[in-house]
């Protein structure tokens, strides 16, 4: 692990993994709290590392002194619940040293609920012997440059970043100060900057990051449907419904329509007052297949919640009663406290009983 000022998570991360990992090590990068007090509590490997606003540096450091077969790696903020726990504790017993690495589900977002709103996989286990090495000035990732053998374990590591926090700047200072320094960005990097700038809502600048990015001819197509997405979410935002559009059609050019564009495409109709053409690309974006390998899934509220919500609002347009409820009381199987569907499933349910009277 890497850290600073984590005094307020990283009990509750290591708890997570009690009795799992025969060494822990933590390398802080300059805490000002309790973090360090609070490390030694768990491990006599604390080391320091000044910081050098570089994430890869600091985890190739880390990865440095480990010195048993695996190396598992996780923020302060990560937790993993119990019945993920048992599931690592099982690999560990039972992993073959054939396998060079193992990645896992990580959930970056969920909402109050739980609902996971952003979700990855990410290789989180990996052989010692093996040089991989940590790229990336910010949102780091693992490489190594040379074939490896891989497992897919279905083991979720979940972040939990406190929500009182304030949203930091810092990832966005560290792509400027790396520009200015002209040293350039890599493909990696560029594509994290757009995510910066897209989250400080610097949606021009965004635009022309994402566009760079996609110059990469090596772009998977699963990244490419991620960042149009983006680019759709950014002309939203500054009010371009036309170039919206455009790119949500260009999608269909690369795969079946994802949950997100289904939802574009129902908004379109939607705002025309036409209600039984929305209602086919909500239901188009509760019936697509989930992805079977993603670079980043955050389409959950796009293919839960949010279609349901609508379709009750186009039914009861339509004065399909009937259906509008079913769609309402779906949304309370995600939404359990939402008041508004709480209100409409009432006025619908009355609705329905009035229509079966007559």
Known sequence: MIIKDEEDVLNRC?????????????????SKDRSKEFAEKWTDKVFDYKWNHHFSEARNFSFKKASKDYILWLDADDTIEKEDALKLKKLKETLSSDIDAVSMVYHTLADDYG???SATRRLRLTKRAKPF??????????HLNESFSQLDS?????????????????????????????????????????????????????????????????????????????LAS??????????????????FEIDIPRPEFSCRMA??????????????????????????SYIIDESQPYRTWLPHKQLGYCYFQLG???????????????????????????????????????
């Open 115 to 117: 609902n996971v709103q």
């Open 234 to 251: 950014c002309y939203y935002h500054l009010g371009n419904k036309e170039k919206e559009r455009e790119i949500s059609l260009k999608t």
């Open 320 to 358: 399909k009663y009937q259906l509008s409820l079913y769609h309402t009381e779906k949304i309370l199987e995600f939404l359990p406290e939402d008041k508004e569907a709480k209100q409409n499933l009432v006025m619908l349910k009355d609705l329905v009983r009035e229509e079966r009277i007559e």
């Open 133 to 142: 090495t940590w790229y990336g000035a910010v949102h780091e990732d693992l």
């Open 154 to 230: 279905d083991i979720t590591i979940k972040h939990k970043k406190d929500p009182s926090k304030i949203a930091s700047d810092r990832n966005l200072q560290i792509y400027e100060a790396l520009l200015a320094s002209g040293r350039g960005l890599t493909a990696h990097d560029e594509f994290h900057y757009a995510r910066e700038l897209h989250k400080h809502k610097k949606y021009p600048k965004a635009i022309e990051a994402y566009y760079r990015f996609l110059r990469n001819k090596e772009t998977a197509p699963e990244l490419q449907l991620y960042v149009f997405d983006k």
């Open 267 to 292: 908004e379109y109709f939607l705002e025309k007052n036409m209600y039984a053409q929305s209602a086919y690309w909500y239901l188009q974006a509760i019936d697509a297949p989930v992805p079977s």
């Open 14 to 30: 290591l708890r997570s993994i009690e009795g799992i990992p025969d060494e822990i090590i933590i390398v802080d990068t300059g």
